[in-house]
């Protein structure tokens, strides 16, 4: 039978409504377990010991996406089979470890019965379950509790808010630790130096800015009608202007500076360019990230942005249009 539009939009809403309330009730469920969890994990990374998930059938896939998760943030982190646990795979634990085993019942038997087995090996247990009043949670060291008011199947069978619910349970513990370990994105790119992501987060400014004859350079004595050709020829929108015995940057002229020159008087185009230019200009290392001149270009509204070297003078250029074609937008 066809699908009805309506009644297909109907029920896709409904479902996020539902999942929606899931999310909402577990937030507000968030207490002093929470913080205990948030810091046993602290202490784990802080002592060099890893993060152990584990779990079955739909939370045994959770399991795997939250170890990701913090892995990308540059916390040793596995997933630890509970079946294969029981024919080998327990040698990936250590003492000092911290075991996350997810069961939204908190009574699946898999799980349940790797809980004296970690302990064996000195490893902490945190119980991540929907079930408060559970034999996962009262055999754990640590709770991570969800709130499902229901499911989103019809049937009351398919995981579904509850898989959500643990999903975002697991993003906000890494994310709670990755703001107080302080990671930089300099740091975050070391994670990801593969594809689009880890291209862009480890493009530095020397590698996208203009330089030699696309990096248009005057004294700031000079005319402003010269430092206009300067500009064109170089195919900019704005000019470095520097002092005449350092070199040191002292201002940037841009097309808007030279429109606003023409309304001064006819003689504009021979008075010297430091009468028009922008004095202080914002400027960048080049060592920088390209993502932090991202930023300024952002912050500050500007359309170019001068690079500079330890003296202060100028070395690059980079023009906003550019930013797209690295794909840092």
Not at 196 to 207: P, Y
């Amino acid at each position: 039978m066809a699908i009805a539009s309506k009644s297909a939009l109907a029920r896709a809403r409904r479902c996020f409504r539902i999942e929606g309330d899931a999310l909402a009730a577990t937030s507000r469920g968030l207490d002093r377990r929470f913080v205990a969890t948030a810091r046993a994990v602290e202490a784990t990374v802080i002592a060099g010991g890893k993060l152990i998930f584990s779990g079955v059938g739909k939370s045994a896939h959770i399991a795997q996406k939250i170890a990701a998760t913090f892995n990308s943030t540059g916390v040793s982190s596995y997933f630890l089979d509970s079946t294969q646990a029981l024919h080998g795979d327990l040698g990936l634990c250590a003492e000092g470890d911290l075991a996350i085993l997810l069961s939204n019942s908190g009574q699946s038997e898999e799980v349940l019965r790797l809980v004296p087995l970690l302990k064996r090996f000195g490893l902490g247990i945190v119980a991540f379950t929907a079930h408060a009043d559970s034999d996962l949670t009262r055999a754990a060291d640590h709770l991570l509790l969800y709130r499902v008011p229901r499911e989103a199947c019809p049937l009351k069978l398919a995981p579904t808010a509850s898989t959500t619910a643990a999903l975002a349970l697991g993003d906000a513990l890494a994310m709670v630790l990755l703001e107080s370990r302080g990671l930089t994105r300099d740091d975050f790119a070391k994670y990801h130096p593969a594809g689009n992501l880890g291209r862009v987060l480890l493009l530095r400014v020397r590698d996208i800015m203009r330089t030699a004859d696309r990096l248009p350079v005057a004294v700031e004595t000079v005319p402003l009608q010269d430092a206009i050709l300067a500009m064109t020829k170089a195919k900019s929108g704005s000019i470095a202007l520097v002092h005449p015995r350092t070199r040191r940057l002292t201002g940037i002229l841009t097309d808007g500076d030279f429109r606003r020159s023409a309304l001064t008087g006819p003689d504009f185009l021979s008075r010297p360019v430091a009468a028009f230019m922008t004095r202080t200009p914002k400027t960048i290392s080049a060592d920088a990230l390209g993502v932090d001149a991202l930023r300024l270009f952002e912050a500050h509204k500007i359309d170019d942005l001068i690079v500079t070297d330890a003296q202060h003078r100028p070395v690059g250029l980079i023009d906003g249009q550019d930013l797209p074609k690295f794909k840092i937008v």
